[in-house]
């Protein structure tokens, strides 16, 4: 197999893998509240390193190269729309 055809495999088996994440439905309460709480609502890489009060660098936010990045958000905003319109959870909690 030639690398043309491994990157077709690949992009193949990504794009199915974004499908999957996309068509997933929130039904379970307990499943909605278990991907907010794992699922985080920003980025936890970006980080800005002091000493002294000095900034010395700033690490940017990484998760926008995770080729998933947009499916997981979406699972989440549905997780969370879920709990607010169905269940009447307060979401401010996951935030």
Not at 4 to 33: G, M
Request: proline share 5%.
């Amino acid at each position: 197999m030639n690398l043309l055809n491994k990157v077709r495999l690949n992009n193949s088996l990504l794009n199915q893998i974004k499908y999957r994440l996309e068509v997933i439905e929130i039904h379970d309460y307990n499943l909605a509240k278990l991907l907010c709480k794992v699922i985080p609502s920003h980025c936890p890489f970006e980080r800005t390193v002091k000493i002294l009060g000095r900034t010395l660098f700033h690490i940017p936010p990484l998760c926008k190269i995770n080729p998933l990045y947009e499916q997981f958000v979406g699972l989440r905003f549905k997780c969370l729309l879920y709990l607010v319109d169905v269940c009447g959870e307060d979401a401010t909690k996951y935030c």
